[in-house]
């Protein structure tokens, strides 16, 4: 399939010929689901942790005698049941990350590329070079109309675009090795540059 090229002055640059295989499919959200689901997981840090009843302040004397006053049998002030003693069972650190198979994430990035291809959110930029001046390229994304996109350039970033983008709250670059379903999905506009486009191929095929 064929799409069209620009530059970053919105002007014409040709076109470029798109693997059917990366952006010819009928998107899946089941797939999409599983590979998002799988990084965000990762993602978490997993330090989330309560005090047990051993960790807790509290003294270790026996707050009453164990018969004879007609309540409950407790130890100490640590347990459980008492404001600020310590949490039954509470969440502990650990990892929340699991297992999924390359294959299976490859699959996942052609389908996250089918489903921008199908809702005309996908665009092919001749290449993202800047001087490094952040106004001159948010004039640039202004007249181009991209409210918060995803550039994803080569093996690396141009220096100086990726200097003028940082400030720039409505854009993230990546080089191709760093494209993920997540932070394509999560943009209103995908933006490849044509050495993105052969990289992303070489990638998943």
Do not use: C
Not at 64 to 79: F, I, S
Not at 86 to 100: A, N
């Amino acid at each position: 399939m064929k799409l069209d090229v620009i530059n970053l002055d919105g002007g014409s640059a040709g076109s470029v010929d798109l693997d059917e295989a990366l952006f010819g499919l009928e998107p899946r959200t089941d797939i999409l689901h599983r590979v998002v689901r799988w990084q965000r997981n990762n993602a978490m840090a997993g330090t989330h942790k309560v005090k047990t009843r051993r960790e807790t302040s509290y003294s270790t004397k026996k707050i009453y005698r164990q018969k004879g006053t007609g309540g409950a049998r407790h130890g100490d002030r640590n347990a459980p049941i008492f404001r600020s003693g310590g949490v039954y069972k509470g969440p502990t650190p650990r990892s929340h990350g699991h297992e999924l198979t390359k294959k299976f994430r490859k699959l996942g990035l052609r389908h996250a590329l089918s489903a921008k291809m199908k809702a005309g959110e996908l665009v092919v930029l001749e290449s993202a070079e800047a001087d490094g001046k952040t106004s001159a390229l948010a004039k640039q994304l202004k007249n181009l109309g991209w409210k918060r996109a995803l550039v994803i350039d080569g093996a690396e970033v141009n220096e100086g675009f990726a200097r003028a983008a940082q400030n720039l709250e409505t854009i993230n670059v990546l080089p191709s090795m760093g494209a993920n379903v997540y932070d394509i999905l999560r943009s209103d506009t995908l933006v490849l540059t044509k050495a993105g486009v052969e990289a992303l191929e070489a990638r998943l095929k």
